[in-house]
């Protein structure tokens, strides 16, 4: 055997050697331990909660409030962090295509050219013909050439490169399409938080004008009784420091009442102010339900976008392991290239004017192993920072789901309690009063009484719109909201305004 053909049996054996060992490590998803789900999960359904999910596709449905479903539907088509969470998703997607483009099928050129030279009549560097012993002056000589042609490349990809490339790409796609649903999700959770919290501005509104108002009369009552003589400057002192007291709560109210609808207007795309004469009418506060959706540990990491992205963030990751470990590899590519040349465009078509170019090459950083190397485990240094996130973001979904559900039952405990205690205090007003002016009391009683109704009613409005809310972080928690409205499903123009909309 001579020895060309054993240095060319040797690089057979050495690629044959090289594409078994990877094909062999070519898998295609990486091997995730997901949290064990808390032993809750596994128990029968607790008092009130419900396994049926559909509600949760559109959970805002529940609270019975047309004008939140209104605000809802609106955010789904204009909110900004929604639109621009799908700007990402079609950049995304863009680059998945061009993965696939450019990396798995041969690279195409068509090129064209026409150049116009002269050669030169005193270039030392040709000699010059001589004619019975003298020399002869070169004639400058002026021509163009032709030239058509096309290039083709095309990497084999025998060691897993470039197709792991695309399922990187892909799997960046699949994570961009589930932070879309995450951005949607949150957004209208907020949407829906920021709505509860005007509501219950208005009714604590509502409810501090009308002790101002009780308050009032009580003191045109002590005006009276003092002209009468019945009572001293202390009480009606007492009793205007109290209404001045309440009336003071009544600006602050104010203010927070136009904050929030100016943060519901932003996260509706619009201007701060545009939703001032929809959203200043006062409006009754959205009761939660009575049964509250929970499920089971396998739909919940099924449904939470954010998890399935951590997922996706991590097959990326492997994908671009896999590419640095290709590296230890040579890279084979087949080119060619065929045109034809000519000083006549007439003549580029004759056989005589053709040309043509092809063969393989073939790259190996052999001599680069150590910068390879050392690639190799930053790149699995990546993949296992990746696989750490979706088990926190696993556990940290588990979390949400205990945390929301134990705020929810303890809020609603505490609301059934301030019930009791507007109501047993709205007595204790009423009879103070009545004592009062039949001048069986004095009016330190009536005092007490009137500023510990008006405490409890704010603190049963505030609870009523915590209760709500804690609702919403569990449906939050559980990922309901995108099912039916996805946003990666929907058409562009119903999820992005066009331009008629001031897009």
Known sequence: MSISSRRLSALFLVLSIATSAAQAHDDTKPVVTSPQAPPRYAEAPLEGVAKDLSSLAEWWQNFHDPELQSLIKRALTSNLDVRLARAKLRESRATLRNARFSKQIPAVNIDGSYTRSRTSSDNPQIPKLSSGGSQTTLIPTTYGVYQAYFDASYEVDIFGGVRNQVRAARADAAASEEDLRNTLISTLAEVARDYLQLRQYQQQLRVAEQNEASQQDTLNITQVRKKAGLVSDLDVA??????????????????????????????????????????????????????????????????????????????????????????????????????????????????????????????????????????????????????????????????????????????????????????????????????????????????????????????????????????????????????????????????????????
Do not use: C, M
């Open 238 to 503: 007492n009793a205007a420091a109290s209404l001045a007291s309440t009336r003071s709560s009544i600006p602050t109210l104010q203010a927070k009442i136009s904050e929030q609808i100016h943060a519901i207007s932003v996260l509706l795309g619009q201007n701060p102010t545009d939703l001032d004469v929809e959203l200043s009418k006062e409006s009754g506060q959205p009761t939660a339900p009575a049964e509250i959706p929970l499920g089971l540990p396998s739909e919940l990491l099924r449904r939470r976008p954010d998890i399935r992205e951590a997922q996706r963030n991590v097959e990326a990751a492997a994908a671009r392991l896999k590419v640095q470990t290709s590296k230890l590899f040579p890279s084979i590519s087949l080119t060619a290239e065929y045109g034809g040349q000519s000083g006549s465009i007439g003549n580029l078509v004759n056989a005589a004017a053709r040309f043509f170019s092809f063969g393989p090459s073939i790259q190996w950083e052999i001599l680069n192993y150590p910068a390879v190397k050392s690639n190799i485990h930053i790149y699995q240094a990546k993949r296992d920072e990746q696989i750490l996130t979706y088990q926190k973001t696993v556990l940290t979904a588990f979390q949400d789901v205990e945390d929301a559900l134990v705020a929810y039952r303890t809020e609603q405990t505490r609301e059934k309690v301030l019930e009791t205690e507007v109501e047993q205090y709205r007595n204790a007003a009423s009879l103070a009063l009545t004592r009062y002016t039949r001048g069986l009391t004095n009016f330190l009683d009536v005092l007490e009484a009137q500023r510990s109704l008006y405490t409890a009613e704010d603190a049963l409005v505030e609870s009523r719109a915590t209760l709500a809310t804690n609702l919403i972080s569990l449906y939050k928690a559980l990922g309901g909201g995108w099912e039916k409205n996805d946003p990666v499903a929907l058409p562009e123009s119903k999820v992005i305004p066009g331009n008629k909309q001031g897009s």
